[in-house]
C-alpha cells in the first residue's frame, strides 16, 4: 500500500476522532448560540486578505518582470485556492504557474519560481509569529519554540543560497557534471537560465514581506473578532500568537487545508486559557468555512473559465 495515498485522509480521519470524542448536543449550542447577522458580516472577512495578498503577489511580480494585471492576479489566487483545496496541503496551487505562464508570456521556470518566492515571503513571516507564539507557550509547549526556529533559520539560509545567482545557478550547474545527468545537461542547462531570469534580489522582497507581515496580522486580527461568535475570549496577543503556531501546524501537508491538524492543535493550545473544546471546534470549522472553503468554490469557478478559455493549457511548455 502506498502511504502517500494514505496521508491525506490522516487529517480527516482526525478530525473524526476529536468529533467522536464531543457532545454533538453542545458543537449544536454553540453554533445556535452565534449572533446570526454577525455570522453574516464574516462571510466578507476574507475580502481585505485576498486584496492585500494580491498586493503583496504583484509587488514580487513586477520585481520579477512578470507583467500581468492586478484584476487577472487575482483570479490566479483563487484559481490556486481551488488547486490547493483539492491537494494536501496546498500543493496543488503551485498548478497555478501554467495560468501564469499562459497570461504572461513567460516561461514555466520563471513562473514557477515566483510563486515559490511567493510562498516563501508568505511562510517565513508567519514562521516568525509562530516562534514569537512558541516562545511564550514554551512553559506549557517546549518543542515548538526550537523546532520553528530551526525551520525558519533553515529556510532563511535556502533562500540567501537559492535566490542569488552565483550561488544557485553555480549548485545545479555542478550537478549537471554528473555522470547521471549528463546526457540532459544540455537541456537543464536552458531550464536553469530561465529559473534565474530576472529573479529579484533579497532586498527586493523586503516591502512584500512587510506587506506579508501585516496581512497575518489583519487576518488573525478578522478571526480574533470572529472568535467571540463563539465565547473565546482570551487576551489579543496571546490570540494572534496561537493561530499563527496552529497555522503552521496545519500546513502539514497530510490534509486538505490543515483539516483536522488544526483543530486538534488549537484544541490543545486554547485549552491553557480554559476554553471549552466544542467552541474550539466550532470556530475553527466557521474559519476554514470562511476563509478556505468559500474562496475555493469561487475559484473553481474560476478555473473552469480559464480552463475553457485555453483548453491545451497543460500540454503547452
Same mark, same amino acid.
Given at each position: 500500500m502506498n502511504i502517500k495515498k494514505l496521508l491525506p485522509i490522516i487529517g480527516i480521519a482526525l478530525l473524526l476522532y476529536i468529533l467522536s470524542t464531543m457532545d454533538a448536543g453542545k458543537i449544536i449550542d454553540v453554533f445556535l448560540s452565534i449572533n446570526i447577522w454577525y455570522a453574516l458580516l464574516s462571510f466578507f472577512a476574507i475580502v481585505p486578505i485576498l486584496l492585500l495578498v494580491n498586493y503583496e503577489w504583484q509587488l514580487i511580480l513586477k520585481k520579477h518582470n512578470i507583467q500581468v494585471t492586478y484584476m487577472y492576479s487575482l483570479k490566479n489566487i483563487l484559481i490556486g485556492y481551488f488547486y490547493g483545496f483539492i491537494t494536501p496541503g496546498g500543493l496543488g496551487g503551485y498548478t497555478r504557474a501554467f495560468y501564469l505562464k499562459e497570461e504572461s508570456g513567460e516561461t514555466i521556470q520563471k513562473c514557477f519560481v515566483n510563486l515559490l518566492l511567493f510562498h516563501t515571503v508568505d511562510y517565513l513571516t508567519l514562521l516568525s509569529l509562530g516562534i514569537l507564539g512558541g516562545f511564550l507557550l514554551s512553559s506549557r509547549f517546549p518543542n515548538i519554540f526550537p523546532i520553528f526556529l530551526i525551520l525558519f533559520i533553515l529556510m532563511i539560509i535556502s533562500l540567501m543560497f537559492f535566490i542569488r545567482k552565483e550561488t544557485g545557478k553555480s549548485f545545479f550547474t555542478k550537478l549537471l557534471q554528473s555522470k547521471l545527468l549528463l546526457p540532459y545537461r544540455d537541456k537543464w542547462h536552458a531550464h536553469i537560465n530561465n529559473l534565474y531570469? =530576472? /529573479? #529579484?534580489?533579497?532586498?527586493?522582497?523586503?516591502?512584500?514581506?512587510?506587506? *506579508?507581515?501585516?496581512?497575518?496580522?489583519?487576518?488573525?486580527?478578522?478571526?480574533?473578532?470572529?472568535?467571540?461568535?463563539?465565547?473565546? =475570549? /482570551? #487576551?489579543?496577543?496571546?490570540?494572534?500568537?496561537?493561530?499563527?503556531?496552529? *497555522?503552521?501546524?496545519?500546513?502539514?501537508?497530510?490534509?486538505?487545508?490543515?483539516?483536522?491538524?488544526?483543530?486538534?492543535?488549537?484544541i490543545g493550545l486554547f485549552s491553557i486559557f480554559g476554553v471549552g473544546q466544542e467552541n474550539v471546534l466550532g470556530f475553527s470549522l466557521f474559519w476554514f468555512v470562511l476563509f478556505w472553503l468559500i474562496p475555493s468554490l469561487i475559484g473553481a469557478g474560476v478555473t473552469i473559465h480559464e480552463t475553457r478559455k485555453n483548453p491545451t493549457l497543460f500540454k503547452k511548455t
Open positions: 531570469k =530576472d /529573479i #529579484p534580489t533579497v532586498k527586493d522582497l523586503i516591502p512584500p514581506i512587510f506587506v *506579508s507581515f501585516f496581512g497575518w496580522i489583519l487576518w488573525f486580527s478578522e478571526l480574533y473578532l470572529i472568535s467571540s461568535l463563539f465565547s473565546i =475570549d /482570551i #487576551p489579543y496577543h496571546y490570540f494572534i500568537l496561537i493561530i499563527a503556531v496552529a *497555522s503552521i501546524i496545519a500546513s502539514l501537508p497530510i490534509t486538505f487545508h490543515g483539516l483536522g491538524t488544526r483543530e486538534a492543535a488549537m
